[in-house]
């Protein structure tokens, strides 16, 4: 059964930092391209980041570029997104997704989903 699920989130301040971790299982982790979404109440989802199945592709949302930084484990079937410099704005539940293929790097259409770790930066 393939399964993802995040950890990593919390309560952070402005300007703090956190490292987002994506925990696959029941698949061939490094078959599969990784994206970063996040949802903030009312808001629609916003993809955030994606790497490639092998961590030689990666890219990054304007809102977040120069303060976050994807990489993946394929040894240890874990995604990770580091983020500095986090803003209010950053607020929102963090999701990661895998679709399967080698080499690519989508930024939709992703078929599996973990449960979300929530992200709240506030004073």
């Known amino acids: 059964q393939l399964q993802l699920v995040e950890s990593g989130g919390g309560l952070v301040q402005p300007g703090g930092s956190l490292r987002l971790s994506c925990a696959a299982s029941?698949?061939?982790?490094?078959?599969?391209?990784i994206g970063w979404f996040r949802q903030a109440p009312g808001k629609e989802r916003e993809g955030v980041s994606y790497?490639?199945?092998?961590?030689?592709?990666?890219d990054y949302a304007d809102s977040v570029k120069g303060r976050s930084t994807v990489s993946r484990d394929n040894a240890k079937n874990t995604a990770y997104l580091q983020m500095n410099s986090l803003q209010t704005e950053d607020t929102a539940a963090y999701y990661c997704?895998?679709?399967?293929?080698?080499?690519?790097?989508?930024?939709?259409?992703?078929?599996?989903w973990g449960q979300g770790t929530q992200v709240t930066v506030s004073s």
């Open positions: 790497i490639s199945s092998s961590g030689a592709i990666s």
């Open positions: 029941g698949f061939t982790f490094d078959y599969y391209a």
């Open positions: 997704a895998a679709e399967l293929g080698i080499g690519i790097l989508p930024k939709n259409d992703y078929d599996y």
